[in-house]
């Protein structure tokens, strides 16, 4: 007798979880059948099956259409002898998002440790994001071992942070160069994301290198920069 009692118990909650859930994405399912936004869909869509699966979702700030945005080459860089970017400017080349991508052109020599660094001034607040994130593509025979890394500078202070490892660049295909900006993010070196550092963004900056091997002058293509929730 108690055993079918809790069986009726047991059938009756799950039949409660069952119409909560389907009323949340039926609401969803009404509000894009409304013509939400894609963005707006998405967050919905999120909090929705947040209790089924941890989304990450990508907020793209910077995507190079009809103008470089403000990215540009600092100008220390254009002093400094191993520093090899020449010039900046945007191209129909390739896309990773829409039309046309941010084109670095740059003359790695081979031999020593060279860079090529494109950075952007801006006062950015990632409070609420974990990841921040780049779009690098090189064309088809670029050599296999340049590598890129994130840059940020952060607070008042201008604080210059780099990621503490690169990120392979395969030729011929769109590399997703990534890094944690959470409290334990192991993707930096004596920095702490904490809310406060996360909210004092002041310039991001992606950085190509030629670590002694590569020998390489050409374009180097970013598109789609943002940060993930
Ligand atoms: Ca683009």
Redesign the pocket.
Known sequence: MQNKKDYMIGLAIGLIIGLVIGLNLGKLDTLKEKGLPGETAGKIEGVAKKELVQVKTDETLF???GSAEGWEIPDWAYDKADYVGMDVFISKDY???????LKLMAEFPGGIWTGAIVEVMEDFNWAKYSEVFAHVYLPEGAPADLKARLVITIGDDWKFVEMNHDAPLVAGKWNRVHASILQDSPDWDMTTFDEMARSNVRKLAVRVESNKEPLYNGPIYI??VGVAY
């Open positions: 995507s190079f259409e896309a990773k998002d829409e039309e046309t991508s598109d789609a």
